[in-house]
């Protein structure tokens, strides 16, 4: 099953729970205060919806809509952990918000360094495949870490990466 399908049937599933109103939050943030579970499972259960909401607000180019809505539930949790006082809607809105934007900065900053690594082992190659040509050999470790500026054991890893991807 795929991620939109399973995602679908969440929605689905969420169409059966209502949503939580503000009198309803404000007597289940009265039940947590006296430690009630229950109270804080509806709690977070009454908030889902706002989730979805959220999520589908953000675009779907870097992370799926249910990568999103995780994010988003795991936030939506925290944040009735850590609510005291305020407006609770707004507190959890916060930390939805908070949370997709995180994990959309982290799928960037992932990408970015995927990018770079992939840019460092062509650069690699290209050096290693001239150098070869020049001098009639293969390069060492020593004089391929010397043009491309980088530590040996730094260009060992990269090799050892390069490897491994042609290796899949």
């Given at each position: 099953?795929?991620?939109?399908?399973?995602?679908?049937?969440?929605?689905?599933?969420?169409?059966?729970?209502?949503?939580?109103?503000?009198?309803e939050?404000?007597?289940?943030?009265?039940?947590?205060?006296?430690?009630?579970?229950?109270?804080?499972?509806?709690?977070?259960?009454?908030?889902?919806?706002?989730?979805?909401?959220?999520?589908?607000?953000?675009?779907?180019?870097?992370?799926?809509?249910?990568?999103?809505?995780?994010?988003?539930?795991?936030?939506?949790?925290?944040?009735?952990e850590?609510?005291?006082?305020?407006?609770?809607?707004?507190?959890?809105?916060?930390?939805?918000?908070?949370?997709?934007?995180?994990?959309?900065?982290?799928?960037?900053?992932?990408?970015?360094?995927?990018?770079?690594?992939?840019?460092?082992?062509?650069?690699?190659?290209?050096?290693?495949?001239k150098?070869?040509?020049?001098?009639?050999?293969?390069?060492?470790?020593?004089?391929?870490?010397?043009?491309?500026?980088?530590?040996?054991?730094?260009?060992?890893?990269?090799?050892?990466?390069?490897?491994?991807?042609?290796?899949?």
């Open positions: 099953m795929n991620e939109l399908n399973f995602f679908k049937m969440y929605e689905e599933e969420l169409e059966g729970i209502v949503p939580c109103d503000l009198v939050t404000n007597q289940l943030l009265e039940k947590i205060q006296a430690g009630d579970i229950i109270a804080k499972n509806r709690l977070i259960e009454g908030y889902l919806d706002r989730v979805i909401e959220v999520a589908k607000a953000y675009p779907a180019d870097e992370l799926s809509i249910a990568e999103l809505v995780a994010e988003g539930n795991v936030a939506l949790a925290m944040a009735v850590t609510f005291t006082s305020g407006d609770f809607e707004s507190h959890v809105l916060e930390k939805i918000h908070e949370a997709m934007k995180g994990a959309l900065e982290e799928e960037t900053m992932s990408e970015e360094t995927a990018q770079r690594l992939a840019d460092k082992i062509n650069a690699l190659n290209e050096i290693t495949t150098m070869a040509e020049d001098l009639g050999r293969e390069a060492t470790l020593e004089e391929i870490s010397k043009i491309m500026s980088m530590e040996e054991e730094e260009v060992k890893a990269l090799m050892k990466l390069a490897l491994d991807a042609m290796a899949q």
